[in-house]
């Protein structure tokens, strides 16, 4: 199985601009996801698609390919999945590289791992799957404010946190997609979905001065109890 990995990278950013090439913990933090893509024994190419060429330089500094996307895939409503349909076409049409799944690893993930890609492709190979994603365990309660009144999603959950039937939650870490099926639905998602499921700590996602106080947090303690998630 030929499988392409695209990180989506706008240059415009309303909470934190250049969010992508912010440096974390010493590094530029897209080049978290590129270094772990292509240590992927799965994955056979990765390309950066971008509008922004501060972002681009980072990219191809770090042995990622580079795929400049026109301004009107790069706006906060252009949806991601027109931007890797354009990076499919894009290399189909210069060298006729055509693969059978696309996988979607956003940079704003630093902790996401090899070994997590690779499970996910495994997945939807083993599974038959037209998409996977990835997905967080939660036991906590959720419900709606309704009237000023708070209404439980599921009603008559145990009080104990460790009694609960867990839950699951997308984590936008991993998406990984046949090309027919984005092809034909214009989506990441297809009918035949199945989870990878990613501790919390590899899910976290960068959106936020707080985030990256947070993942920096997480990086040291990892390095402290001397484990890097490999």
Same mark, same amino acid.
């Given at each position: 199985?030929?499988?392409?990995?695209?990180? *989506?990278? @706008?240059?415009?950013?309303?909470?934190?601009?250049?969010?992508?090439?912010?440096?974390?913990?010493?590094?530029?933090?897209?080049?978290?996801?590129?270094?772990?893509?292509?240590?992927?024994?799965?994955?056979?190419?990765?390309?950066?698609?971008?509008?922004? /060429?501060?972002?681009?330089?980072?990219?191809?500094?770090?042995?990622?390919?580079?795929?400049?996307?026109?301004?009107?895939?790069?706006? +906060?409503?252009?949806?991601?999945?027109?931007?890797?349909?354009?990076?499919?076409?894009?290399?189909?049409?210069? +060298?006729?590289?055509?693969?059978?799944?696309?996988?979607? $690893?956003? *940079?704003?993930?630093?902790?996401?791992?090899? @070994?997590?890609?690779? @499970?996910?492709?495994?997945?939807?190979?083993? #599974?038959?799957? /037209?998409?996977? $994603?990835?997905?967080?365990?939660?036991?906590?309660?959720?419900?709606?404010? %309704?009237?000023?009144?708070? +209404?439980?999603?599921? #009603?008559? #959950?145990?009080?104990?946190? #460790?009694?609960?039937?867990?839950?699951?939650?997308?984590?936008?870490?991993?998406?990984?997609? @046949? %090309?027919?099926?984005?092809?034909?639905?214009?989506?990441?998602?297809?009918?035949?979905?199945?989870?990878?499921?990613?501790?919390?700590?590899?899910?976290?996602?960068?959106?936020? *001065?707080? /985030?990256?106080?947070?993942?920096?947090?997480?990086?040291?303690?990892?390095?402290?109890?001397?484990?890097?998630?490999?």
């Amino acid at each position: 199985m030929k499988v392409l990995a695209v990180v *989506p990278a @706008r240059g415009g950013s309303k909470g934190i601009p250049l969010k992508n090439i912010r440096s974390l913990d010493g590094k530029p933090l897209i080049t978290y996801t590129i270094e772990e893509a292509r240590r992927s024994r799965h994955v056979d190419r990765v390309v950066v698609s971008t509008d922004s /060429d501060e972002i681009a330089a980072v990219a191809r500094a770090c042995g990622a390919e580079v795929i400049m996307r026109p301004p009107a895939l790069a706006t +906060d409503a252009a949806p991601t999945e027109l931007a890797l349909i354009h990076a499919l076409d894009t290399l189909k049409a210069a +060298d006729g590289y055509d693969p059978d799944a696309v996988m979607t $690893l956003e *940079p704003t993930s630093p902790l996401r791992t090899s @070994r997590l890609i690779d @499970r996910c492709v495994e997945t939807l190979a083993s #599974q038959n799957a /037209d998409s996977v $994603l990835t997905v967080t365990e939660t036991r906590e309660c959720f419900g709606r404010i %309704v009237n000023g009144r708070f +209404d439980y999603l599921i #009603q008559n #959950q145990a009080r104990r946190r #460790q009694d609960r039937a867990p839950l699951y939650r997308e984590s936008s870490t991993v998406y990984l997609t @046949r %090309v027919k099926t984005l092809r034909d639905r214009q989506s990441v998602l297809g009918e035949r979905l199945y989870p990878v499921v990613v501790d919390p700590e590899e899910a976290i996602d960068i959106n936020s *001065p707080l /985030d990256f106080a947070v993942a920096e947090a997480v990086m040291r303690w990892k390095r402290k109890e001397g484990g890097t998630g490999e």
